[in-house]
């Protein structure tokens, strides 16, 4: 195989496109919509107008024709400046529109891919529950047959892009059997925004991640048609660890932006800010400090590329992703503390975007599976558990 750690040409004019508009459009306006909670819609827009939401997808379904390394490239640059923008685009993407991409039916993809690889439409996906995260087994939701459709009850915890003014429809996994053995059979259903019985809660009140959009998402006898579920029924489970193990080499391009972003902003300060005399960075303490926090955001990136470049070979890439994963984000999460500490005061004020970095990196250690989980896949791999 061959790895490819730097960019293919196009795909290195993207990752420059991105930064520009980054850190001209987004940089000094997005600090505003974080402190009130508010969903940046023009900025959604000038994303979609972009192309950024159909990234991975082929033109014949509305997207640009690219592959899943264009879209991690596109994360890493807008999470340098903003987490916010990156998970909107990481979860419309490769939570909302992947499962159909990949599972739906030719009728299924050209009905829901076009207005979502678009962007004037997003997608959300809603597997966690308020009892069972990690282990998905455990979903309650559930889908019964009744004629030419299925009746959904339950709940969806904290589902990205869920409650949105432009949200079509979320995926969600429910039960419609069980096995022989008694375990439940999960099966993924696209419910459209809407649709009478399903309700959407107000949006949480975040750690970070303050200016996208998470939801609770109850279900109470929702009729959808048959023909809306994706893929075989059963298939759910196998579905959706195919969707979490891509989407591992997002969130970790992701991470390592905001890891990179912490550098940046950590750079610039130490530059400037004066004590004792001279910068800051100056002092080997702080100096130090720079160069532990850029060999982490570099070393994540080659842990993600090297993901993606199996991914994109059709090699297996489960491992290779949950260490991307595991790796990019506890160091985000360290590169944001010292970013932070780098700061001083400064650095815990809203007003810097260091303390947004801060707020915003330890999430990435829990969704899309958390640390434990993710060390869990690892050795599971490692003992040669894995293969299924
Ligand atoms: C802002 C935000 C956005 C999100 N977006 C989405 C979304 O779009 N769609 C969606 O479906 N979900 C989403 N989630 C949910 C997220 O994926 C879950 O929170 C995450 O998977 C963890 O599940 P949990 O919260 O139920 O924690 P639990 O599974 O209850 O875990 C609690 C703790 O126990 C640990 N633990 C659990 N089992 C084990 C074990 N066997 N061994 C060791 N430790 C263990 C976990 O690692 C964790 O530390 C989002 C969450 C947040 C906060």
Redesign the pocket.
Known sequence: MALQYRLPTEHEELRRTVEKFAQEAVAPVIGDYYERHAFPYPLVREMAGMGLFGLPFPEEYGGMGGDYLALCVALEELARVDSSLA?TLE?AVS?GAMPIFRFGTEEQKRRWLPRLCSGEALG?????EPE????ASGTRTTAVRDGDHWVINGT???????GTEITDLVTVTAVTGRKADGSPEISTIVVPSGTPGFTVAAP?S?VG?NA?D?RELSFSDVRVPLENLLGAEGRGYAQFLRILDEGRIAISALATGLAQGCVDESVRYAAERRAFGRPIGENQAIAFKLADMETRAHTARLAWRDAAARLLAGEPFKKEAAIAKLYSSEIAVTNAREATQIHGGYGFMNEYPVARMWRDSK?LE????????QR?LIARELMGRGRD
């Open positions: 998970i979860a939570l959300a996906f809603g597997l966690t069972c995260g990690s282990d969806k915890s904290f589902i990205t892009n869920s949480y975040k991640w996208s998470t999430i829990i969704g899309e599976g958390t640390s434990e989980v869990m």
